[in-house]
């Protein structure tokens, strides 16, 4: 079951995004009377699941899931349709418009994915407002237990102060990406600040290492569950635990400390049950556990007890519309940071890139509006991003070719421009390959 739910939102945004973008060049096509001949969802090679073609267009889905597209007449494109191009032009052809109009319709695909994007930010503004814990409330630092981040030099408790500058005024679910894409965080510990400087590769020692949060928050150890091996069948479930051997515990990591400085031992501990404070007993194994599996609290438990204050703003549709822009221009901005990086060898982050397998995993395994609208948004500017590339083949390299013309004006003749889709093709069909074999790599090495 829980495949096909992440199958199903997979497809639903894919198809929606699709359909988005190719609408995008069909509406400007359609405007100045260019004929739009196919409109695909998916790819129909040799033949397509449906189709029906009403008026001048053919509208249809394909079976081969690599995108979609709109053929449009007297383009060179993904067609290399080369009987037409052949023949005379005729004024219902993309070649005999100008090349303004021309350039709007190649820009118009990448336009509704930005578009899209904004607005899905706005109203995931509006719907879900923001909830975050103000850094400030985090008086005891933050949890870090991640290697990589162990080894840069973090430690829990420590308060982050700013990131590149920016100075850091929540925790919330943008925290740990804005560290993957910083240089340096600014930190306090033990009264003093330090800077930490954040190596360039990364990126690719985090991918060496099992997936999870950079920086967490620091939570209680709550009694998830007695084993029955459990010595220590004094305990229950939901006790949460206060003092062990005479130490305040107000943390998990702090508990784990301190159990592993008692191995072996029986130790007086006090737990929090039934909202009372009850003293106990317990064994301590020689590895420095006590049998039992941590219990996870939410952010309404962890409130509750009193160990944060979790904010929720919720906006009013006019509020929204500048916060969703503001949203949408961070994730724009550090897509264009990921590329960055990922165009840099020094970084490594080129081994992270990931094809279908890769998008697909991003997807939740139960159902989550909040999440699909999120991951949605940030795909499509994904999208739109990696279209705008000047590449032949893509958007970005037909509005390369059509810029050139109308500064230079002189068009590029249709051989050269037959010619440089074969090489866009190339370099498409190897990123492709790159992509989905990086998929297939970490598949079987599990990393």
Do not use: C
């Not at 290492?209 to 069948?233: C, M, W, Y």
Request: net charge positive; hydrophobic share 45%.
């Amino acid at each position: 079951m829980d495949i096909v739910i992440k199958l199903s939102q997979f497809l639903l945004s894919l198809s929606l995004l699709i359909i988005l973008h190719e609408l995008g060049h069909f509406i400007p096509a359609k405007l100045f009377k260019t004929r739009v001949e196919k409109f695909y969802l998916f790819f129909d090679v040799k033949y397509s699941l449906l189709k029906k073609k009403i008026g001048e267009t053919e509208y249809g889905i394909g079976w081969l899931p690599l995108g979609g597209y709109v053929k449009i007449s007297g383009m060179i494109d993904e067609s290399m349709d080369k009987e037409q191009m052949s023949l005379p032009p005729q004024p219902w052809e993309f070649r005999s418009k100008p090349a303004w109009q021309r350039l709007i319709i190649m820009l118009g695909g990448v336009t509704v994915n930005f578009i899209l994007a904004f607005i899905i930010y706005i109203g995931m503004a509006f719907a879900y407002g923001d909830t975050y814990v103000a850094n400030a409330d985090l008086k005891d630092g933050v949890l870090i237990e991640n290697p990589v981040m162990l080894k840069a030099g973090f430690k829990t408790g420590d308060k982050l102060i700013s990131i590149d500058g920016k100075k850091v005024e929540n925790f919330d679910k943008e925290l740990n990406m804005n560290i993957i894409m910083a240089k340096q965080v600014l930190i306090e510990r033990n009264g003093q600040q330090q800077t930490i400087n954040i190596p360039n590769d990364f990126v690719d020692q985090l991918s060496k290492h099992e997936k999870g949060l950079l920086v967490g928050i620091r939570v209680p150890f709550a009694i998830g569950k007695v084993t029955d091996e459990s010595p220590n069948q004094n305990l229950k479930t939901k006790d949460l635990i206060l003092s062990l051997n005479g130490e305040k515990v107000k943390y998990f990591d702090e508990a784990k400390a301190v159990l592993a400085n008692n191995k072996g031992k029986t130790i007086p501990a006090v737990v929090l049950r039934d909202l009372k404070e009850t003293p106990i007993t317990v064994k301590v194994s020689n590895e420095g556990t006590i049998g039992v599996i941590a219990g996870a609290l939410d952010m309404a438990s962890l409130e509750k007890l009193g160990y944060y204050k979790v904010s929720t703003k919720n906006y009013s549709f006019f509020e929204s519309i500048p916060v969703g822009l503001t949203k949408g221009k961070d994730q724009l901005v550090g897509y264009g940071k990921q590329l960055k990086m990922i165009f840099n060898p020094e970084t490594k982050a080129y081994k992270q890139v990931g094809g279908f397998a890769a998008i697909f995993n991003i997807f939740p395994s139960t159902w989550s509006w909040e999440v699909f609208w999120s991951i949605t948004a940030l795909l499509s500017i994904m999208l739109g991003v990696m279209n705008l590339l000047p590449i032949p083949a893509l958007d970005g390299g037909h509005v390369m070719f059509l810029l050139y013309e109308i500064i230079s004006g002189r068009k590029p003749s249709d051989k050269f421009l037959e010619n440089a889709q074969m090489v866009g093709f190339v370099l498409l069909i190897a990123l492709l390959l790159f992509a989905n074999g990086n998929d297939i790599y970490k598949a079987i090495v599990g990393k």
